[in-house]
């Protein structure tokens, strides 16, 4: 039975069911639990923004605040992870990958590859990415690129609740380390979302949009601002075909090909910084797969290469908007 939930909400069930399931599945972060040991901690507040509320009440000591030091519980995770738990590790902010990214990329990324694949970390590691909720350049950014730049990998960004919800049990439940890409914009967001359990494979796109004259490949919060478009373009008779991405790594270039070849077109949608972007990657692999098919140039829409800004007014401009893409698909358009 479907009924409509937060983006935040279906994480949060998520957790809930997995733990419920499986008693080797742990959370851990800073201040996810915020009245541990204390009167009240039933009313914990959950994690900074509350995603994990009314998670210890229930599970108890099976969610573990920790010390403010990412390193340390993000190297605890992953240690965990080898030797038989399913640990879910919030990071808070993506942003903070610098002090905790040797234990990522440098050992849980390369556990299985280095021992013959006999070796395996299923750890999942929650984080906040993107901008638009004031929240200055070391706390905003989306360092999506980063991550899915690491083989041994795998990286999700979902979009709704729905694909929050069933990308989240099925990373859990992955024997490879997961990073789960959170966009803070969407946490209200409310879409249907079944009661019952369920898991959403990677590496399959979703094709939010049918459309015939332009691809456009975006992922989390910017599949909203490339729908908005779409309606925009739809008064004009210009049909937009839309592809969420749901997982970086893997990606489904599968989806993708096919789209253009029927399109001709192609807009990618990036809330990253444009070098060495999801968006340049993409642009890249289509120049190179699905060059005959192309009618125009691919266009790249995407945050400026600078910090994200302070000030809401910059910011605001710095965030990839519905009129951009609308702009691109139309430059696309052209004779």
Same mark, same amino acid.
């Given at each position: 039975m479907a009924r409509?939930?937060?983006?935040k909400e279906a994480i949060n069930e998520a957790l809930d069911q997995e733990m419920t399931r499986d008693p080797t599945v742990i959370l851990m972060g800073e201040d996810i639990v915020g009245g541990s040991g204390s009167p009240g901690e039933d009313d914990a507040w959950g994690g900074v923004l509350g995603v994990t509320k009314g998670l210890y009440a229930k599970h108890g000591d099976r969610l573990m605040d920790t010390p403010l030091s990412e390193s340390a519980y993000i190297g605890s995770a992953v240690g965990a992870a080898t030797c038989g738990l399913r640990p879910v590790a919030e990071l808070m902010f993506l942003d903070f990958l610098g002090v905790c990214f040797d234990q990522i990329f440098n050992q849980a990324a390369k556990f299985r590859y280095m021992f013959g694949g006999k070796a395996e970390t299923p750890v999942t590691i929650r984080a906040m990415v993107g901008a638009g909720f004031r929240a200055a350049a070391q706390h905003s950014q989306m360092l999506t690129p980063i991550v899915t730049h690491i083989p041994g990998l795998k990286v999700v960004c979902p979009s709704n609740a729905y694909d929050a919800?069933?990308?989240?049990?099925q990373s859990i439940r992955d024997n490879d380390p997961v990073i789960f890409c959170e966009h803070k914009s969407l946490y209200a967001h409310e879409v249907d979302v079944p009661e019952e359990s369920y898991a959403i494979p990677f590496g399959e796109a979703n094709v939010v949009r049918e459309g015939g004259d332009v691809t456009i490949v975006a992922y989390g919060l910017m599949v909203h601002r490339a729908s908005e478009a779409a !309606?925009?373009?739809?008064k004009d008779g210009i049909e937009c075909e839309i592809i969420d991405l749901r997982t970086l790594s893997p990606i489904d270039t599968e989806t993708i090909i096919e789209s253009v070849e029927n399109t001709g077109r192609l807009v990618c949608v990036d809330e990253a910084n444009p070098?060495?972007?999801?968006?340049?990657?993409?642009? !890249?692999?289509?120049?190179?797969e699905a060059f005959s098919s192309l009618k125009a140039a691919p266009r790249i829409v995407a945050a400026p290469h600078t910090p994200v800004p302070f000030s809401p007014a910059l910011e605001d401009l710095y965030i990839p908007s519905a009129e951009r893409v609308v702009d691109a698909v139309r430059k696309t358009m052209e004779p």
């Open positions: 409509k939930i937060s983006f919800k069933g990308l989240l049990i !309606a925009v373009l739809a070098r060495c972007s999801i968006a340049s990657d993409v642009s !890249a692999m289509v120049s190179q």
